[in-house]
């Protein structure tokens, strides 16, 4: 395992994350990009620009770097309102884990660095939640994607809502207590 530093990046990164390869392989021809090339898609492209504008819902993204560059990157935010089907208990904060993107060189290792990745967004999520004991934890996971599913199941999260054919993302709970 590498050693990593994380930190907030800003545009002077850029170039380090227009480099950012977190999906694996290309899709074929005529077949839309996976849930992998979108988040590969939005950290070289979106993440800088909408945590910038996020202000209000205090959208925050980092990275760890190691030696060959960025190695992991997530971005969370406070949501503006919740879904619907989505119940919190009482007194409890709530934030999104919007993306979290591993590089292609961490991936197929048995999930160990990716689980070190979701633990610093847990506790980056504390954080930025300092006048509330418990946050409720958001994620979307598209129904496919068995290597993110697995890893929230690693931490405790729970699927609340299932993907279907017709709405491919699930929803991902967990509720961190400090």
């Not at 800003?10 to 390869?21: C, I």
């Not at 090339?37 to 800088?48: G, I, K, M, N, P």
């Not at 847990?122 to 004991?133: C, G, K, M, S």
Request: proline fraction near 7%; charged fraction near 25%; charge should be positive.
């Amino acid at each position: 395992m590498s050693t990593v530093t994380w930190r907030v990046p800003d545009k002077l990164d850029r170039r380090k994350l227009q480099a950012f390869t977190c999906a694996l392989g290309v899709p074929p021809k005529g077949r839309p990009p996976s849930w992998e090339h979108e988040v590969q898609a939005y950290f070289r492209t979106q993440a800088l620009a909408d945590t910038g504008a996020s202000r209000r819902w205090d959208q925050r993204f980092r990275i760890a770097e190691d030696a060959w560059g960025i190695a992991a990157a997530y971005t969370h935010a406070r949501p503006a309102s919740h879904h619907p089907d989505l119940r919190l208990p009482p007194g409890t904060a709530c934030r999104y884990l919007l993306m979290l993107g591993i590089a292609a060189r961490y991936r197929k290792q048995g999930g160990k660095f990716a689980d070190e990745v979701l633990l610093d967004a847990l506790y980056d999520v504390l954080e930025r939640e300092p006048n509330h004991e418990s946050v409720a934890v958001f994620a979307r996971v598209d129904r496919h994607n068995i290597p993110s599913q697995k890893m929230l199941g690693r931490v405790g999260f729970r699927q609340v809502i299932a993907g279907t054919p017709e709405r491919r993302l699930g929803w991902w709970l967990l509720t961190v207590d400090r």
